[in-house]
């Protein structure tokens, strides 16, 4: 054929490989010089990785096209390899790579290489740095995530596994950025918070927290955040009893812990929820809220000073 048509591929395309957000975001600043050239292009994806109506790595056909780019990552290891051979007739070029041994046939095998670092080559910006990307007004929502499989206390009545896997699910495909936490404090593990101001500070700053823990319910309104509980104790646990403490409405039993459940949940979270959990943090600290744990307080300084 005679016509340019661009197949590009990067890692995020290849079975096995590694697909990391700025692999995405350099093909995507590849696709928009091509599409600004006007160059005709597919994007190959890995079977992992491809978008819904996306293109296959393994079901494109090398005769269509007269150019293969490979776009980020290093420039090494049988997978480029495998699509040297299997693109043979096709110009092949790698941008934006990072060059480890130029006699590599992963390497050699390119027709032109523009390497964003080698021992060849001066250092060049990564092409994610000017990958188009959304605003900030237009990100997904960001979500703290507090799990639990424990609460062996609840016996029979556990339904853990379940509300779980339907949560992990369910997260797996929500558009937002999500953040595993947890209420656990540990000053020997860095990925755990050391302090309740630690954890505090990371939840301000979220969307929204879905949560199986009472705590995450509690730490999420106090800070103003709104929160989907999830109880994972048939009938009704002690998430279900501090949501009708706090009287905060996005509580899910386990028998109606589903996805479209979630989705509703998040949805009201997002819009009407926000102020709703405001008015929650502010009725934290309100002196009604204050005189009911006084008044619990008292109750056991009394009793501790009459025993």
Not at 22 to 49: F, I, Q
Not at 78 to 95: D, K, M, Q, S, Y
Not at 184 to 213: F, G, H, K, N, Y
Request: net charge negative.
């Amino acid at each position: 054929m005679t016509a340019t048509r661009v197949l590009l591929v990067g890692w995020s395309s290849v079975l096995h490989g590694e697909a990391t957000a700025g692999d995405v975001l350099s093909m995507r600043t590849v696709e928009r010089a091509l599409s600004r050239s006007h160059l005709r292009h597919d994007t190959a994806w890995s079977p992992v990785m491809r978008p819904p109506g996306g293109l296959a790595l393994d079901d494109a056909d090398p005769s269509l096209y007269s150019h293969l780019v490979f776009a980020c990552g290093p420039a090494m290891g049988p997978p480029l390899v495998e699509l040297h051979r299997r693109f043979a007739h096709c110009t092949r070029i790698a941008i934006g790579v990072s060059v480890i041994d130029p006699a590599d046939p992963a390497v050699t095998g390119f027709h032109r290489v523009l390497a964003r670092d080698g021992p060849e080559s001066a250092p060049r910006p990564d092409l994610a740095t000017v990958a188009p990307m959304a605003s900030g007004t237009s990100l997904p929502p960001v979500l703290g995530v507090f799990l639990t499989g424990g609460q062996q206390e609840y016996g029979a009545r556990r339904r853990h596994d379940p509300v779980r896997g339907t949560l992990e699910t369910w997260l797996s495909r929500v558009d937002a950025g999500r953040l595993d936490l947890d209420t656990r404090l540990d000053p020997r593990d860095w990925r755990l918070p050391t302090s309740p101001e630690q954890l505090q500070s990371v939840i301000q700053r979220l969307d929204a927290v879905v949560t199986m823990r009472l705590h995450g319910l509690v730490l999420a309104l106090r800070a103003g955040v709104p929160a989907i509980a999830l109880d994972p104790v048939e009938g009704g646990g002690k998430v279900t009893a501090q949501a009708q403490a706090l009287d905060w409405p996005a509580v899910l039993s386990a028998g109606e812990a589903t996805e479209s459940a979630l989705d509703h949940h998040l949805e009201w979270c997002l819009s009407e929820g926000r102020a709703l959990a405001q008015r929650a943090s502010r009725a934290q600290s309100a002196p009604a809220a204050n005189g009911l744990v006084a008044s619990e307080l008292g109750t056991l300084i009394q009793y501790l000073n009459e025993s």
